[in-house]
C-alpha cells in the first residue's frame, strides 16, 4: 500500500469534520473524496464505504435523538453521540494512517462492500 493510498484514507475520515461548519458537511466531505478516489485506490473503497456507513447511521441516530428532547432524554443522547463521532473519527483516521480500514461500531451497512461481478 503507497503512502498516497494511505493518505487518502486518512482525508475521507478527516473530511467527515466538515460537518461542524456545512450543513450536511459529514456526509457530503467523505462521499466526495471517495466517489473520486474509490476506483483509483481499494483502500479508499473501504475507507469510505465505512466513514459513509457510520455518518449516515449518525445522522439517524441524531435525527431520534432530537425528536426525544421532547422527553429530555434527547439532550444527553445527542451530547454522548457528538463525542462518539469526534472519537470514533479521530481513531479511524488513526487507523487509515496505518493502512487499516477502521469498522466503525453503531454501524448500519447501507452502501455494500463491492463483488466480484460489480468489477466486471
Do not use: H
Not at 486518512?10 to 473520486?36: D, H, K, R, T
Not at 473503497?45 to 421532547?70: E, P, Q, T
Not at 487507523?95 to 447501507?110: D, H, M, R, V, W
Request: charged share 15%; aromatic share 12%.
Amino acid at each position: 500500500m503507497t503512502q498516497d493510498e494511505k493518505n487518502m484514507g486518512i482525508i475521507v475520515q478527516v473530511a467527515s469534520f466538515s460537518g461542524y461548519l456545512i450543513p450536511f458537511g459529514s456526509i457530503l466531505g467523505p462521499l466526495i473524496v471517495w466517489l473520486m478516489k474509490r476506483d483509483e485506490f481499494p483502500f479508499v473503497d473501504s475507507c469510505g464505504r465505512n466513514c459513509l456507513n457510520f455518518k449516515i447511521s449518525l445522522f439517524i441516530y441524531v435525527s431520534i435523538s432530537a425528536i426525544l428532547m421532547f422527553i429530555g432524554i434527547g439532550f444527553i443522547l445527542l451530547a454522548l453521540l457528538a463525542i462518539a463521532d469526534i472519537v470514533f473519527t479521530i481513531i479511524a483516521a488513526i487507523k487509515a494512517s496505518e493502512g487499516k480500514s477502521y469498522q466503525y461500531p453503531l454501524t448500519i451497512n447501507f452502501i455494500k462492500p463491492r463483488t466480484e461481478a460489480d468489477l466486471v
